[in-house]
């Protein structure tokens, strides 16, 4: 894909950016680097690579699914101002 000097200040219209010719200039150069980078590496055949998730090959480490603490509702509530049938009671907030 080529652009122009042109297309350049069209996009900069576009997106209310002020820029002169030199800047023009600079970011077209920019600009086909950029395209010629993507044009070279969708030259690059994948064909036979996999598709990754991850960059790197991470594992997430599991546990087993067990209950390491123990059940402490009464101790907790013990301390609460009001509690009833096992749920804490509080003031109505609203009307």
């Known amino acids: 894909m080529t652009l122009s000097v042109s297309d350049v200040k069209r996009i900069a219209d576009l997106a209310y950016i002020e820029i002169d010719e030199n800047e023009a200039k600079e970011t077209l150069t920019h600009l086909s680097g950029i395209f010629n980078l993507i044009e070279s590496m969708q030259a690059v055949d994948t064909s ?7 960059a790197q090959s991470v594992l997430q480490r599991l546990r087993e699914d067990e209950v390491t603490e123990t059940d402490q509702r009464e ?21």
């Open 48 to 54: 036979a690579v996999e598709p990754m998730s991850h």
């Open 75 to 95: 101790l907790y509530q013990s301390i609460a101002p009001q509690v009833e049938d096992g749920l804490y009671l509080v003031p109505q907030v609203i009307e």
